[in-house]
């Protein structure tokens, strides 16, 4: 086999782009598939050469709830119950994105819920020690975001 200096890596390895794109749009093709038999809201979004694949989560608003009287003992055992509740929310792919506001404002958090419903997303939620004692509420609202995307 002769290679020139000129070929790239993927042609001295014997792979055209020509594969490599086909079986990247199977692949996505499959993701698609698998989302949708899951039950997830999906779609393709096509710029350039640019294939995404486009999936509603559910974004919930961890706003400062009507009981915010417990004392420091008592909000404290909360505060360690709802991080809990917010890691196995992680852990179990629940929730992909998690954080608290830096400030004092109503809107404390918030969650990214990656479920296949609005009314699955609000369930989970509302499981949250923190929501059940009245300290936060949870406002839901569908969120797009391409899958797999990634904060810079």
Not at 31 to 46: A, C
Not at 67 to 96: F, I, P, V, W
Not at 97 to 106: A, H, M, N, T, Y
Request: hydrophobic share 35%.
């Amino acid at each position: 086999m002769i290679i020139s200096c000129e070929q790239s890596v993927e042609s001295k390895r014997g792979i055209d782009s020509d594969s490599r794109v086909k079986a990247e749009k199977i692949k996505l093709e499959e993701r698609l598939q698998q989302l949708k038999e899951e039950g997830h809201q999906t779609f393709i979004y096509k710029e350039g050469d640019s294939t995404h694949l486009m999936q509603q989560y559910f974004m919930v608003f961890l706003k400062s709830g009507d009981n915010r009287s417990q004392d420091s003992t008592e909000a404290a055992e909360l505060q360690k119950q709802h991080l809990a509740h917010l890691s196995r929310m992680a852990r179990e792919g629940y929730a992909s994105l998690i954080g608290p506001f830096g400030d004092e404002g109503e809107i404390r958090g918030i969650v990214v819920y990656n479920t296949p419903t609005q009314k699955e997303a609000d369930s989970l939620a509302n499981l949250d020690p923190m929501v059940k004692a009245g300290r936060l509420k949870v406002e839901v609202h569908p969120w797009w975001a391409e899958k797999g995307g990634k904060l810079n």
